[in-house]
């Protein structure tokens, strides 16, 4: 039976307002930052800004520290994340819960972690008091002290916490799409707990990892909250520098140049994961 032409509209009519939010809400404001980032105020098209940000002192302090973040926190949250799922998914006494606690901190804004976090590592917050009172440490010891090596760990523990449970949740969402059989044929073939993990279920997790790495990665290069309550300025990032040239310099074409590049190096990140991350039939496709 031929399709009506209601029947074959109908999907469009219903991706229309998801298409309208993202057209006026995020298309519109991008092709605005690119304007301000490429054109001057005469409308000439410039390159002036992006040299500008590039010959900032705090540009490749900022983007070294953003690149560093990026490096250490997906590794860790991935590892973490899929080690959670594998733990609920092997159903042990009490496991059900550990969904909902491992799941907490997407409940918990930037600010709010980034703030939480300031509590553990400030001058006399609850890590020096724990030391201090295990007779560690004579005097509080400064973790956030400006352009430290602890400032920026701080940021990654922090991070760490607040992010891991969004990947989490989509490969445990990954790992319950995965059919029995799958593993049950395996255990016939005498395949062990790591050849299972390394043969069946992450070839089989391969879409939920891609997901789970672009939105992670993309959302890392964005960190901006966290690093602001935990250091002030002790640590710069892309994201904070861009901020900064847009409320206290008032420079909003260099800060729009701030953020073209995080959007290209998001774009860049986007597309070596979807390489990296294909499937055998994807790779024979291309």
Do not use: C, H
Not at 129 to 137: A, H, S
Request: hydrophobic share 60%; charged share 10%; proline share 4%.
């Amino acid at each position: 039976m031929k399709p009506t032409r209601r029947a074959m509209l109908e999907p469009y009519i219903l991706l229309l307002p998801s298409i309208l939010y993202l057209a006026i809400f995020f298309a519109w404001p991008m092709a605005q930052a690119f304007g301000l980032a490429f054109r001057d105020d005469a409308g000439r098209w410039t390159l002036q800004f992006f040299q500008r940000m590039v010959g900032d002192a705090s540009f490749w302090p900022a983007l070294s520290a953003t690149a560093l973040l990026v490096a250490v926190i997906i590794p860790l949250q991935f590892i973490l994340a899929l080690a959670m799922a594998l733990l609920v998914m092997a159903r042990l006494r009490g496991s059900g819960a550990l969904v909902y606690i491992y799941a907490l901190p997407i409940a918990v804004s930037d600010l709010a972690a980034g703030i939480v976090w300031f509590s553990v590592f400030t001058e006399r917050g609850y890590l020096n008091t724990i030391l201090q009172g295990l007779g560690l440490l004579e005097r509080p010891f400064i973790f956030l002290q400006y352009g430290s090596t602890w400032a920026l760990i701080a940021v990654i523990l922090a991070e760490v916490w607040r992010a891991t449970s969004i990947v989490f949740v989509i490969l445990l969402a990954g790992l319950q799409g995965i059919p029995n059989e799958y593993f049950e044929a395996a255990e016939v073939f005498g395949a062990g707990w790591f050849q299972r993990l390394r043969r069946v279920t992450l070839p089989m997790l391969r879409p939920s990892i891609q997901v789970a790495l672009i939105l992670r990665t993309i959302l890392a290069f964005q960190v901006f909250a966290v690093v602001v309550a935990l250091t002030g300025d002790g640590v710069k990032v892309l994201a904070s520098e861009a901020y900064q040239w847009y409320n206290q310099w008032r420079n909003l074409n260099v800060a729009a140049a701030y953020a073209a590049l995080i959007l290209l190096i998001s774009l860049l990140s986007t597309g070596l994961y979807l390489r990296a991350l294909r499937s055998r039939s994807e790779a024979a496709g291309a």
